[in-house]
């Protein structure tokens, strides 16, 4: 699967195959699923009444992780994933996870016939 998002106005490619967890792994060192696991929080957010302890709970790291990798599937050209976040001055997780939670998703479950 695979999806192309506008952020800070570039066009970003990212793509969910097989190798999406191994990838993960292989820059990480840490299982993809149970890294995908601590996302759930995520979802249980009142985004219109966020609290600083709400935030707390919710390791960031995770996400920007799981989209690297993701555009890193896409275009194995793009850089460590510190490099790669540079290169934008704005990355808005709240618009893009939703944008990247099917193609995550699709990686665990399989698609639907």
């Given amino acids: ?3 192309t998002l506008t952020i800070d106005n570039k066009e970003v490619r990212f793509k969910s195959t097989a190798a999406t967890p191994l ?3 292989a820059q990480f060192q840490k299982d993809y699923l149970a890294e995908i696991m601590k996302l759930d ?7 219109k009444n966020i ?3 709400d935030l707390e709970k919710i390791d960031f790291e995770v996400f920007y992780n799981i989209a690297w990798t993701l555009a890193k599937t896409a275009d ?3 850089k460590d994933p510190i ?3 540079d290169g934008f001055e704005t990355f808005p997780l709240m618009e893009i996870l939703p944008e990247l939670s099917e ?3 699709v990686t665990l479950q399989g698609k639907k016939k």
Wanted: overall charge positive; proline content about 8%; hydrophobic content about 35%.
């Fill in 23 to 25: 990838r993960f792994k």
């Fill in 1 to 3: 699967m695979e999806k």
């Fill in 41 to 47: 929080s995520l979802g249980k957010l009142d985004t």
């Fill in 51 to 53: 609290k600083p302890k």
């Fill in 83 to 85: 490099t790669w976040l």
């Fill in 76 to 78: 194995p050209s793009i």
């Fill in 103 to 105: 193609m995550i998703s």
